[in-house]
Antibody
Framework: EVQLVESGGGSVQPGGSLRLSCAAS????????MHWVRQAPGKGLVWVSR????????SYADSVKGRFTISRDNAENTLYLEMNSLRAEDTAVYYC?????????????WGQGTLVTVSS | DIQMTQSPSSLSASLGDRVTITCRAS??????LNWYQQKPGKAPKLLIY???SLQSGVPSRFSGSGSGTDFTLTISSLQPEDFATYYC??????????FGQGTKLEIK
């Protein structure tokens, strides 16, 4: 069974940093492109970032470009999202998701999400 | 960027009803359209990919259709577990994927 388990969320002041992790199990992690998708409280879904299977290529939404960094450790089956210069508008539940085939662009497995709250 | 607009934003229906939710893209996206179901406090779940392909394990009462700019998600006979929020998502403009604003399906 595919499992994605996020961790690392919490409360942080504006301008602060957090590192989210997503532990993957139940499938061979390395070939799969992985994404982060977020959802602000009471709002819709927003794509945040993507990383290819070998980690060689990454992409970001304009709203987080230059502040967030996606990475992965295929030996540890773990996806990361390093978030710096956090803003109030980054407050959201962050979901780790799997892309079922390279460039398919949809998300067939989701973690349970981890809440990030940016507030003074 | 491609804008995705769902209608209606909310919908009340009864058990056994046939329900249709519409999603419109701001430009043609071929069949790069996916549908998700989200229940309160839970992660979204993939229902339909590539406009009309049913994800493994999803009941056959769910179906999708459309191409170009106009798409529909149909639930043929509403079951109690179907009351949720539904989102469409375009995967045409890689990696600038975008979602619709959601349609909340409630019990009448």
């Amino acid at each position: 069974e595919v499992q994605l388990v996020e961790s690392g969320g919490g409360s942080v002041q504006p301008g602060g940093s957090l590192r989210l992790s997503c532990a993957a199990s139940g499938f061979t992690f390395s070939p799969y492109w992985m994404h982060w998708v977020r959802q602000a409280p009471g709002k819709g879904l927003v794509w945040v970032s993507r990383i290819e299977g070998d980690g060689s290529s990454t992409s970001y939404a304009d709203s987080v470009k230059g502040r967030f960094t996606i990475s992965r450790d295929n030996a540890e089956n773990t996806l990361y999202l390093e978030m710096n210069s956090l803003r109030a508008e980054d407050t959201a539940v962050y979901y780790c998701t799997r892309d079922p085939s390279a460039r398919s662009g949809y998300f067939d497995s989701w973690g349970q999400g981890t809440l990030v709250t940016v507030s003074s | 960027d491609i804008q995705m607009t769902q209608s209606p934003s909310s919908l009340s229906a009864s058990l056994g009803d046939r329900v249709t939710i519409t999603c419109r893209a701001s430009q043609s996206i071929s069949n790069y359209l996916n549908w998700y179901q989200q229940k309160p406090g839970k992660a979204p779940k993939l229902l339909i990919y590539a406009a009309s392909s049913l994800q493994s394990g999803v009941p056959s009462r769910f179906s999708g259709s459309g191409s170009g700019t106009d798409f529909t998600l149909t639930i043929s006979s509403l079951q109690p577990e179907d009351f949720a929020t539904y989102y469409c998502q375009q995967s045409y403009s890689s990696p600038r994927y975008s979602f619709g604003q959601g349609t909340k399906l409630e019990i009448k």
